[in-house]
């Protein structure tokens, strides 16, 4: 019998995206991001505004209006009309992760700056994540107008405040990894010279890539993170390396959580090896070495679930 080349089925494909398990573990993710202890050293180690600030006293210029996953990206207005959540396919409802306004060192109580916290698991997706990261940063001033600017016989543009989106990234290539990128507005000059003090740097997107093992990277910030993330230390361990390590007071949430995600990851990749299992008894049953009823017992699905993804397989296979 000739080799044959199969594909994967989008059933397949997408269990591992859609499975319960992940919304838990991003949930535990944006979660943990939010904590305050972890907040104030992504805002340490990206936001210029905060360089050499004490943690203690960034946690303090959060502001008490945080939210996780729950303001929408798309106007609220254009949400009522369409009564449903907005989504972006493979991805379901668009909100941004984390939300949030802080105030300066040394100056007035008024809020000084927006600021949006992604927690980005896939790195390559289909369209340009520092591009999407740009939109963000749009909608963030866009979406300012009438509540801290307004136009029009009383314009007031200079009210607009500077935002900020953070996309915290995992899983990325290893040309990327262990980095932190910032993309701005820069002032450019063509021609002459133009020397007015003007504002322009209003949106600043960053970039923070992780690396898959934290032992190999000498910045702290990115050592912390790659410790919460990463699936190869167990929940004793992460917690022995933020504390010792980063300096890490762990109270009961983060110590609750980090023990979630461990348990989480383990699922995860279990549900990984059925997925592969699965697809080797589909090219088994194919080439008639195995028949359903061998591959029955070799599957963690029940046989109704098996002949649809079998047959799924099959179409998309024809295709190929």
């Known amino acids: 019998m000739k080799n044959k080349k199969y594909s994967t089925p989008n059933h397949l494909a ?27 050293r992504i805002l340490s180690a990206t936001v210029a505004e905060y360089k050499d600030v004490p943690l203690d006293v960034i946690s303090s210029l959060i502001g008490d209006d945080l939210e996780i996953g729950k303001h929408y990206l798309e106007p609220l207005a254009k949400v009522r009309e369409l009564n449903t959540e907005s989504t972006i396919p493979g991805e379901g409802r668009v909100t941004y992760d984390i939300k ?37 940063t749009c909608r963030m001033i866009s979406e300012q107008l009438e509540t801290e600017f307004s136009i029009g016989k009383n314009h007031s543009y200079d009210d607009i405040k500077k935002v900020y989106s953070i996309w915290i990234c995992m899983n990325t290539p290893e040309d990327i990894a262990n980095s932190i990128t910032e993309f701005k507005m820069t002032k450019n000059s063509i021609y002459g010279t133009f020397n007015r003090e003007v504002r322009y740097d209003l949106q600043s997107v960053i970039i923070v890539c992780l690396g898959k093992n934290p032992l190999q990277t000498d910045n702290d910030f990115l050592g912390a993170l790659e410790t919460i993330f990463t699936e190869d230390f167990d929940s004793a361990t992460k917690k022995k390396r933020l504390k010792e390590n980063f300096n890490f007071e762990l109270d009961n949430e983060i110590d609750g959580r980090l023990m979630d995600m461990c348990n989480l990851s383990q699922g995860i990749r279990e549900e990984g090896i059925d997925i592969g299992v699965n697809q080797t008894l589909f090219m088994l049953v194919d080439e008639k070495t195995y028949t359903l009823e061998q591959a029955y017992q070799k599957t963690s699905l029940s046989p109704e679930e098996f002949n649809k993804a079998y047959a799924e397989w099959l179409e998309n296979n024809k295709q190929s």
């Open 100 to 136: 949030f306004s802080a105030k300066l060192p040394n100056k007035n109580d008024t809020i000084s700056l927006i600021i949006n916290v992604e927690a980005q698991r896939k790195f390559n997706t289909p369209y340009d994540i520092v591009t999407r990261a740009v939109f963000y």
């Open 14 to 40: 997408n269990s591992l995206d859609n499975s319960s398990q992940n919304a838990q573990y991003d949930k535990h993710a944006k979660e943990i991001l939010a904590n305050k202890q972890v907040l104030s």
